[in-house]
């Protein structure tokens, strides 16, 4: 094991998910025009989480490709539940 790499640290597979940061309806950017396999950077917003008087933003926290969305424009979702998924850049 090299200097400073945790086992388990390091992942081969490129599949990423993108989580709801609350719970609501989720709405993606642009829920008519979601262009799939488009290249999103680290903090991107791909979407929002509408609730009772909040609007949050739902965030990539990887960079790469989106490959396509787990969750229906006006779906409900959990806090936690995958909306998106990617495929990283590595």
Known sequence: MET????GET?????RVIVAPA????????????????QVSELQ?????????????????FGGRLMGLLAHAGERVREGQPV??????H
């Open 45 to 61: 917003v791909i979407g929002f989480v509408e609730g009772k008087g909040h609007s949050t933003p739902v965030r990539s926290p």
């Open 84 to 89: 998106a998924w990617l495929r990283c850049a």
């Open 11 to 15: 992942l081969a597979v490129p599949e």
């Open 23 to 38: 719970p609501g309806t989720f709405r993606p950017v642009e829920a008519d025009e979601v262009v799939l396999e488009v």
């Open 4 to 7: 400073g790499t945790i086992h």
